[in-house]
Structures are given as structure tokens and as C-alpha cells.
């Protein structure tokens, strides 16, 4: 009998069940009778305390297109993983020995930069892992793509075109705030597919008078309304000089409350546009996930089952050159992925005559 358990962590995203079903249907098709899969609630929450039930081929069924993830998820920072918490819990400890408690033969780990992390970190103490990339940030260094990213892209497109004709019937100015965490992809993805006027994306400093420059520009061509797609994580050429520290301070004292309020701030302190600010937030992690995520996770689903079968441990599925492959967790642990300057999209966006703010 083979003993796998599997366990979704950090923030959700789309895709996180029909990944599950992946691996779980593909273990059964494989393995039949002699794998018992465990469901671990929470993420490692359920793997520190000890909560788990036993799953039926029936729990994978109906859930390809459910947003969310049937096993629940939690936020468990790796930087806290080695500190002993105040009730005296060794949280490192405490997963191992539910591992070995509840007689595993693999853990099958579904989550982005910081649960890799921590999956590679089992891995170094002796547990057999198999992890699958997700995040709507699509940060995760090793994978050309992962798994909600096309979701929250369709999600935030969505939202620009939406805003696209209010903003064109009353001639304002809308800022868009768009998830990614200090990556630009979903912000570059979407405000290319939503048509918006700028795209500012923590990997490219902005200064707030290139964004005027442009809103006047289209001003003068009878263009009164403009979106701008802004990431959570941007950044003005000015913050970018300061240091981590300076920057903490700088933001904890300002009392605009994100990325969007600071840069209307910033391109309209003579108030002569009328501007508003949208933040679709986790809006844009929610729902069914889009056919490609689908396509996507049931293919990780498959090649993390093949990773457990074949009893190749301490490795992450990945898509490389549009193929399915898998990459050590020691390479990709603690390395994020951002937006090369030269990537496709931005030398599309330059192309176009888009403003990146730079
Ligand atoms: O990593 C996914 C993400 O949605 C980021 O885009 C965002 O910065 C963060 O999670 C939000 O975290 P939380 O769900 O903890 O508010």
C-alpha cells in the first residue's frame, strides 16, 4: 500500500482543486487499489497539529471547475518555520513526526514561493516531497508558468474592460490596482489584453511625470479618459534609491493605503484630472479558473502523480518550453522570478507606444 498525503498552501488561487483531482486521479489510475491518498488540513497548519482525514476517489470528483481548494489553506511564513513557537511547538518536529504517524510514503505539496520553500526544507530532513507551482503572481523561479496566473489574468482583463467605457462616458482617469506581490506579470498580462494606457510594474520604476506626460498627450489627441494598470508592488524611481528600511519607514508614515493612491497622488496633486481608483483585490484570486488553468493543473496533477510513482522526491513540476517537466526544490526554493526588462510583453508594450512609466 502506498501512503500519499497532499496539502494546499499559502494564499489560494484558482485551479488549486483541479490540480488536486490531477494527482489524485492519475495516482488512482496508476496505482488502483494500493494507494491511499490523505487529505492535510489547512496546509502545514494540518501537518504541524495533526489534522488529516482520509480521502475517496469520490472527494477528487466534481471539483475540476470549483474555485478555492477543497483541503482549506493557511498561511504559515517560512521565516517562522524554525522558530519554536510561545506554547513550545517545533513546528519542523511536529511535521515530521505527523509524516511519520501517519506512515506516508510521499507528501504532495501545492503552493507558490514561500510554500516551496518550506517543501524544500522537508525534503532536506528526509520526507519524500512532490510539489506543483501555484500563485496568481506567476513568480515562482523554475516554471515558465503557474497555476491561477491565466485565471487572474482573464479576472483583471475583465475588470479594465469594465472600466474602459465608464471611464470613456465620464472622460476620468482610472488607476487600477492589480495583485502580483513584487512581481509585474499579472499587471503587464492584463493591462496589455484590458488595452490600458500605462502599465507600471515593480520591475520598472516609474516617475510620476512620464504617467502626466502621457495623460496630456492624450489630452491634446481629444483622449479625456485613460487606465492605468498599476501593480501592488510598483515602485517610483524615487522609492527604488531608498533603502529597504527607509522605504518601510517612508510607507508606514504615508497615509495612502496602496500602490494606486499613491501614484494618483503623485500625477494629480492640482487635481486637474478626475480620477478614481479601483482595487479589485482578491477578487481576482476567486472563482472557477479559466480553461487554460484547467488544461494546466491537469497536467502538473499528472506529472506530480509520475514524480510519486517513480519515487523521484524533492522535486517541483514545471512547464519549461512549453513542456511538462520537473525541477529540483533545492533550485527553486527561495528564488522568485520577475519580469526580465526584456521580456516579450514589455518590448510589446514599448512597441505600441504604451507608457511603463519610464
Ligand atoms: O501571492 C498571491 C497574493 O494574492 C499576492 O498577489 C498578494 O500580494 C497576496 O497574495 C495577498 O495576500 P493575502 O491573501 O494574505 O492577503
Known amino acids: 500500500m502506498r501512503k500519499v498525503g497532499i496539502l494546499t498552501s499559502g494564499g489560494d488561487c484558482q485551479g488549486l482543486n483541479s490540480a488536486i483531482r490531477g494527482v489524485a486521479k492519475a495516482l488512482y489510475h496508476?496505482?488502483?487499489?494500493?494507494?491511499?491518498?490523505?487529505?492535510?488540513?489547512?496546509?502545514?497548519?494540518?501537518?504541524?497539529?495533526?489534522e488529516y482525514k482520509r480521502m475517496r476517489p469520490e472527494d477528487f470528483s466534481g471539483i475540476l471547475t470549483l474555485g478555492g481548494t477543497i483541503l482549506g489553506t493557511s498561511r504559515q511564513p517560512f521565516k517562522l518555520?524554525?522558530?519554536?513557537?510561545?506554547?513550545?511547538?517545533?513546528?519542523?518536529?511536529?511535521?515530521?513526526?505527523?509524516?511519520?504517524?501517519?506512515?506516508?510514503?510521499?507528501?504532495?505539496?501545492?503552493g507558490g514561493n514561500g510554500t516551496q520553500k518550506t517543501a524544500n526544507l522537508l525534503s532536506g530532513e528526509g520526507l519524500n516531497v512532490v510539489s506543483l507551482p501555484k500563485t496568481i503572481d506567476n513568480d515562482v523561479f523554475g516554471t515558465e508558468v503557474t497555476f491561477g496566473y491565466h485565471s487572474a489574468v482573464e479576472i483583471a482583463t475583465?475588470?479594465?474592460?469594465?472600466?474602459?467605457?465608464?471611464?470613456?462616458?465620464?472622460?476620468?482617469?482610472?488607476?487600477?490596482?492589480?495583485?502580483?506581490?513584487?512581481?509585474?506579470w499579472l499587471t503587464l498580462s492584463a493591462g496589455l489584453a484590458g488595452g490600458a494606457d500605462a502599465i507600471l510594474i515593480p520591475e520598472i520604476p516609474y516617475d510620476p511625470r512620464r504617467v502626466r506626460e502621457m495623460l496630456e498627450e492624450r489630452a491634446r489627441r481629444g483622449k479625456e479618459f485613460s487606465i492605468l494598470a498599476v501593480a501592488e508592488g510598483a515602485i517610483s524611481r524615487e522609492e527604488s534609491e531608498l533603502s529597504k528600511k527607509e522605504l518601510k519607514a517612508r510607507r508606514?508614515?504615508?497615509?495612502?493605503?496602496?500602490?494606486?493612491?499613491?501614484?494618483?497622488?503623485?500625477?494629480?496633486?492640482d487635481s486637474k484630472y478626475e480620477m478614481r481608483v479601483?482595487?479589485?483585490?482578491?477578487?481576482?484570486?476567486?472563482?472557477?479558473?479559466?480553461?487554460?488553468?484547467?488544461?494546466?493543473?491537469?497536467?502538473?496533477?499528472a506529472a506530480a502523480a509520475e514524480l510519486v510513482c517513480t519515487e523521484q522526491y524533492g522535486r517541483m513540476?514545471?512547464?519549461?518550453?512549453?513542456?511538462?517537466?520537473?525541477?529540483?526544490?533545492?533550485?527553486?526554493?527561495g528564488r522568485a522570478r520577475h519580469v526580465p526588462l526584456d521580456a516579450g510583453e514589455v518590448q510589446a508594450a514599448r512597441a505600441i507606444g504604451l507608457c511603463l512609466g519610464d
Open 278 to 301: 479601483t482595487v479589485p483585490g482578491h477578487f481576482q484570486r476567486g472563482g472557477a479558473p479559466c480553461a487554460y488553468d484547467r488544461v494546466l493543473t491537469t497536467r502538473f496533477g
Open 81 to 110: 518555520m524554525r522558530v519554536i513557537d510561545e506554547t513550545g511547538v517545533d513546528k519542523v518536529e511536529a511535521m515530521k513526526k505527523t509524516y511519520r504517524k501517519m506512515g506516508l510514503d510521499a507528501l504532495v505539496i501545492l
Open 317 to 333: 513540476v514545471a512547464l519549461q518550453s512549453e513542456k511538462i517537466t520537473s525541477v529540483l526544490l533545492s533550485e527553486t526554493a
Open 30 to 50: 496508476t496505482l488502483g487499489d494500493s494507494v491511499e491518498i490523505w487529505g492535510i488540513a489547512d496546509g502545514f497548519r494540518g501537518l504541524i497539529e495533526g
Open 158 to 184: 475583465g475588470v479594465l474592460d469594465c472600466l474602459h467605457t465608464t471611464a470613456t462616458s465620464h472622460g476620468r482617469v482610472f488607476i487600477v490596482e492589480i495583485m502580483g506581490n513584487k512581481a509585474g
Open 252 to 269: 508606514a508614515a504615508d497615509p495612502a493605503p496602496s500602490a494606486a493612491y499613491r501614484l494618483m497622488r503623485e500625477i494629480n496633486a
